[in-house]
């Protein structure tokens, strides 16, 4: 890779070559930005924005300088006290710097309804894209074209194919991109991808993870469209996705549980769970090599909602460890078994059998995984997963290198989501060269590792 400063100065002459405003980033220029903070702009103002609006706040680097929704304000997302969109975000963001500053008011952070102004503003070092699923592949292309570095929401893509473009896109343009499953950034999650990555419960046989049961309830068959709500951009919300007739439970939330928007809980929980098994088998940059459904259940044709109602898929990887993915109780986690032992990450934390491993050292001859806040390795500071997650990202802005969870690590992550539910969907067992990233022998699945986009929008 470039180094920073070859790539910077690279960067500038080119920038003066075209004629076009610099996209070096703006906390290069020391003397212009003081204390030398990451700006950043938000892109999404929903559910999700709750957990990431803060992480970034309460960095004692960056400074949000934007926020962008297609939403102005409204209720209707997961819990009925959510009142949300960019003039609350914007609210919230201004409230908190006078705050923080002492200031009777501050209004230093803009509100926007299309996120290509908030990318041509040359003073956002940074992007954080918390939509719909829909919407990754093609704002990461234009964030990175204009010079941004991204923190984008999992899972990272929709589909295969807009994965394996996010990778060329943030690739070509010498981007940071951290993907936002924020469990990367929890000791206890890495010491149990570190313990079986070493060895330590023997061969490993067998993993299981978990995903949530849907939160959320379809409309039947026959359901009322109603009217597109005030204050509201439904066609830069459908974006790339195809024409539909308005309903609330199609937007806010519960996008995730249609297809044209999510790979439902798949990919939504599958992302986190089988994201650490990636991790901990070391296959950041492949995959297993075959899928098959195990008893999925989906809506009945004609509902609003088309993603699985129960998950079951097995993958195997070349190794032979079988890989068994399901819906649970639990929601979240997953259980790795060897031939000695076992490790089992949850919400609850970490458990594991023989219970000695769960407070044993990692040698320094053995394998180590990237620390995400290598400063406090064990997290004594009591700070959460995703501040954590967030503090690695705005590090590796600062240093032009790639964070805990970068572009390939989320695309590969996805795509075995995205296999999987092809896989169910499907019925049938589907055979992956994750070094060509194709479908083997199977035309009518291979349609699936792409989908149209609605014009103009394109990748
Ligand atoms: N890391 C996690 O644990 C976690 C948890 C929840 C959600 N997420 C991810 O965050 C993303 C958003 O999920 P959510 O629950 O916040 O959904 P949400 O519907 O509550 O919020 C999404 C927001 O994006 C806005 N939006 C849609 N298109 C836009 C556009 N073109 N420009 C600007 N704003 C636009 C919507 O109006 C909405 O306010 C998803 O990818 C989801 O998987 C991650």
Redesign the pocket.
């Known amino acids: 890779m470039m180094k920073r400063r070859e790539f910077l100065k690279t960067a500038v002459s080119t920038a003066a070559a075209l004629g076009v405003p610099s996209i070096v980033p703006h906390r290069v220029f020391g003397a212009k930005a003081p204390s030398n903070r990451v700006h950043v702009g938000f ?10 609006l803060p992480a970034f706040l309460e960095q004692p680097d960056t400074q949000v300088v934007a926020v ?4 102005t304000a409204s209720h209707g ?2 819990s009925p006290k ?1 009142f ?3 003039q609350p975000g914007q609210d919230a963001v201004n409230a908190y710097y006078a705050k923080q500053t002492g200031a009777a008011s501050y209004r230093g952070c803009g509100a ?4 290509r102004e908030v990318l041509g503003r040359s003073d956002v070092d940074a992007v954080v ?5 829909h ?2 592949a093609v ?1 990461t292309g234009l964030a990175a074209q204009a010079g941004k570095d991204i923190y ?4 990272l893509s929709l589909t295969v194919r807009q994965g394996q473009e996010m990778v060329r896109a943030v690739r070509r343009h010498q981007r940071i991109l951290q993907t ?3 469990f990367r950034s929890d000791p206890l999650a890495r010491h149990a991808c570190e313990l079986v990555r070493n060895g330590r419960i023997g061969k490993l046989k067998r993993i299981v993870t978990d995903v949530a049961e849907n939160n959320a309830v379809s409309p039947g068959p026959g359901w009322t469209p109603t009217p597109v709500p005030e204050g ?2 439904y066609n ?4 790339p996705a195809p024409t539909a007739l308005y309903h609330p439970y199609r ?6 549980f249609i297809l044209d928007y ?1 790979g439902g809980q798949t ?2 929980f599958g ?2 769970s089988n994201g650490l098994v990636q991790w901990a088998l070391g296959m950041d940059g492949s995959g297993p090599v075959e899928f098959e459904d195990q008893g999925s259940q989906w809506p009945v044709p004609g509902s609003l909602f088309t993603t699985a109602t129960k998950i079951g898929f097995r993958a195997r990887y070349a190794s032979g460890v079988e890989l068994l993915c399901r819906t649970t109780e639990r929601g979240f986690g997953a259980r790795f078994e060897g031939t000695d032992g076992w490790v089992d990450f949850s919400w609850k934390g970490l458990e594991t059998f023989p219970k000695s491993l769960k407070t044993s050292k990692i040698s320094s001859q053995e394998k180590h995984l990237p620390l995400a806040v290598p400063e406090d390795p064990e997290n004594k500071a009591n700070q959460s997963r ?1 501040y954590n997650h967030v503090r690695n990202f705005v590090q590796c802005v600062k240093a032009h290198r790639d964070p805990v969870e970068p572009v390939e690590a989320g695309h590969r992550t996805a795509s075995l989501c995205h296999l999987g539910n092809i896989a169910m969907r499907l019925h049938r067992k589907i055979r992956w060269d994750p070094k060509q990233e194709q479908i083997v022998g199977d035309d009518e699945a291979a349609k699936l590792l792409s989908r149209p986009m609605r014009a103009p929008w394109h990748l």
């Not at 962008?68 to 939403?71: A, F, G, L, Q, R």
């Not at 984008?152 to 899972?155: I, V």
Request: proline share 4%; glycine share 8%.
């Open positions: 892109i999404g103002m929903g559910n999700q924005s709750q957990v990431d962008c929704d297609v939403n997302y997961l959510q949300l969109g960019r926007y309804n299309d996120f894209i918390i939509v719909p699923d919407w990754h704002m984008c929401e999992k899972p936002g499953s924020m509201f951009d830069l919300w459908l974006g937007c806010f939330y519960r996008f995730r999510s990919t939504n992302c986190h995703s």
